[in-house]
């Protein structure tokens, strides 16, 4: 089944990648971001934390822990079991307290308490990947970037832009699709469009605006087209 499913990902997208910028701006002309913060402090600890948690939970917990930890050198300095005790309604708290912990005392050490604006010092930061920094890069810094969550994953390989799951893979075969003008566009409104028009199960077919583009075959068959 998978290998079938790998062939037919191998055709090309039947649109441009105007027309496709096009489409997601009716349905996301202005996209934000999820995650609740005020610098790329607070941004880079909530990132590690949403992995594989809700952003609503997410936002629950930050709001109480920017109060008490409002720098990288209150992290740095704090006892790593109170971290754990401050974010337990987190999945997996203690590997993510440990992170945290570790970033931040890189961040004292290296970068002088400031989060770095550049791919190569943010992937040196303990826990941060290309996912994270491309996250940080395009939400904190406006910098051109491209994130590949769980979401954009789906929706690239839903329309034959990518047929890697390398995430690493797929953000090359986006970064050559679309123009780097449009990286943090997409960046953002992908991930909505992932999360909430192009779900992994029940995608709302009958909703979006790129269905008579769409080459997937997960399309709902819908009544009258």
């Not at 990902?9 to 997601?24: D, M, Q």
């Not at 708290?93 to 791919?119: H, N, Q, W």
């Amino acid at each position: 089944m998978k290998k079938n499913q790998s062939k037919k990902a191998c055709s090309k997208p039947n649109f441009t990648e105007e027309e496709l910028i096009e489409r997601l701006k009716k349905h996301y002309p202005d996209p934000w971001i999820d995650l609740n913060f005020e610098n790329p402090y607070q941004l880079l600890v909530a990132t590690i934390l949403a992995a594989q948690a809700t952003d609503k939970k997410v936002n629950q917990v930050t709001e109480i822990f920017f109060k008490k930890y409002p720098t990288p050198e209150d992290i740095a300095k704090a006892d790593l079991s109170q971290i754990e005790e401050d974010i337990k309604q987190i999945n997996f708290y203690k590997r993510k307290a440990k992170l945290i912990k570790d970033c931040c005392e890189t961040l004292v050490k290296e970068f002088d308490g400031k989060v770095p604006d550049s791919m190569e010092d943010l992937t040196k930061l303990p826990g941060v990947g290309r996912k994270t920094a491309n996250v940080i890069l395009v939400n904190a810094f406006n910098k051109p970037g491209i994130v590949v969550d769980t979401h954009i994953k789906r929706v690239s390989q839903r329309l034959k832009l990518t047929k890697s799951n390398n995430p690493d893979k797929i953000e090359k075969d986006l970064m050559d699709f679309f123009s780097k003008e449009n990286w943090n566009y997409i960046s953002k409104a992908m991930v909505l469009f992932g999360r909430y028009v192009c779900k992994a199960r029940k995608p709302l077919c009958e909703k979006c605006h790129l269905y008579d583009i769409c080459p997937s075959e997960d399309k709902i068959p819908l009544e009258g087209k």
